[in-house]
């Protein structure tokens, strides 16, 4: 970790910088940060992501940026709790407010595909493409989402099989869980390396007919 430089030492909100700008308390810098880190990996195509060129678009020294963060695998991980906490955040509130298991399950992968649609940024942390030189355990944090996110629609898709008498409906919904995870892993990924060209929501109503059928949003 690089020591704080002179001008991160007195990074609060009861100092300005040398050109007259107030400095913004610790707090805010993270955000602003994280938000700049998003902000970059936006561009289609972008290299990886250095913390020179994060600290030269903040207008810092990178000494300023390791006060807030202990290193640039720190400040994915901001990402990534960002990611886990909205989308995770919305899943819970289908789970509260969708009686229906299978109505659930298509407003999951809806949701899904809309928060990456809104934040290409994220969607580039989501399908591994801006990790792919950074710590290993980011990567498998990413795994783990998408986990839960199977785990949640195994859970949905079982209720659906039992309501609808299937004789074996642990299994079916373990596997149809895996195929509509993969259909929204591959959805994303073709966003991200389309240059954000082909939204991930196209023809949803259609896919989600095909994959999840029988239930209405």
Do not use: W
């Not at 720190?74 to 960002?82: A, H, K, R, W």
């Not at 290409?120 to 986990?147: I, K, S």
């Not at 079982?158 to 993969?182: F, K, L, Y």
Request: charged share 25%.
């Amino acid at each position: 970790m690089a020591g704080p430089s002179a001008d991160a030492a007195h990074d609060d909100g009861g100092h300005t910088e040398g050109n007259g700008r107030k400095r913004p308390k610790p707090g805010e810098r993270r955000v602003q940060i994280l938000q700049a880190l998003a902000t970059m990996l936006e561009q289609p195509g972008a290299e990886r992501v250095t913390t020179a060129a994060l600290a030269a678009r903040l207008e810092v020294s990178e000494a300023a940026l390791y006060r807030h963060f202990a290193s640039k695998a720190q400040m994915f991980e901001g990402l990534i709790e960002f990611i886990e906490q909205a989308v995770f955040g919305l899943v819970n509130q289908l789970g509260e407010r969708e009686p229906d298991a299978m109505a659930r399950s298509r407003k999951l992968v809806t949701l899904l595909l809309q928060f990456g649609e809104k934040n290409p940024g994220m969607t580039r942390v989501m399908v591994g493409d801006a990790l792919v030189f950074e710590n290993e355990r980011l990567q498998q944090r990413m795994n783990l989402f998408f986990d839960k996110i199977e785990s949640a629609l195994r859970q949905n898709l079982r209720e659906a099989a039992v309501v609808a008498g299937a004789t074996t409906p642990t299994v079916d919904a373990q596997a149809d869980a895996s195929v509509v995870t993969a259909f929204c892993v591959g959805r994303l990924q073709r966003f991200a390396r389309s240059g954000f060209k082909r939204s991930p929501s196209e023809s949803l109503e259609h896919s989600l007919a095909l994959l999840l059928p029988g239930a209405h949003l």
